[in-house]
């Protein structure tokens, strides 16, 4: 790559347009770094995750995958199209599977997703306990999990959606054994963090 085309590529993404990004910038847009995300039409970089972010990550996805009725999926930090201007990117989802396109797919619709679960981080603190989760109940997601960290151990906070109002009610904290039967039923040890 030439100097003039990567300070073109550098410009291009780091200078937002007048009306803001779309989710077509952020599908297309080459040069992008890995795990942006679109909130309000403004891209989000991803910073580096910690030790316990991505162990909670993956007792999550372990957790989801095991027992999963076949008409589900589970992937991890993928892009979750919720209207032209947000196109964040859930730690954790849950789909249909007939969602799934094939290998190379990199976004779901909002209308797919069953679960979207954000691990809550120093950085991205505000946005996991406020923005994203009313973004994801105004497009219509029916569950959503918020994890918290008390003193180095997962807590998963399980809301529903209400439909009448478009927004989450909370319906249980769990911290040593998380069960819950939406969107199918899910046992998962969260005290197994500690062996991962």
Do not use: C
Request: hydrophobic share 40%.
């Amino acid at each position: 790559m030439t100097e003039s085309e990567s300070a073109s590529q550098y410009s291009r993404w780091h200078v937002s347009p007048k009306d803001g990004f779309t989710v077509d910038d952020l599908l297309t847009m080459p040069g992008l770094p890995p795990h942006i995300q679109l909130i309000d039409g403004t891209l989000v970089l991803a910073q580096p995750q910690s030790t316990y972010h991505s162990v909670g990550v993956d007792l999550l996805v372990s957790g989801l995958r095991a027992g999963r009725p076949a008409e589900y999926k589970v992937s991890r930090q993928m892009t979750v199209i919720l209207d032209e201007r947000n196109g964040p990117e859930p730690d954790v989802i849950v789909t249909w599977a007939d969602a799934l396109s094939g290998r190379d797919q990199v976004s779901f619709l909002a209308k797919d997703v069953l679960l979207a679960v954000e691990v809550v981080s120093p950085d991205s603190a505000s946005r996991d306990r406020t923005t994203k989760p009313q973004k994801y109940a105004a497009a219509g997601i029916p569950n959503f999990w918020r994890v918290e960290a008390t003193k180095g151990k997962p807590v998963v906070h399980v809301y529903e959606l209400d439909p009448l109002t478009r927004s989450y009610v909370h319906m249980g904290m769990h911290r040593a054994q998380l069960k819950v039967d939406k969107p199918y039923l899910i046992d998962i040890d969260l005290t197994a963090v500690d062996q991962l």
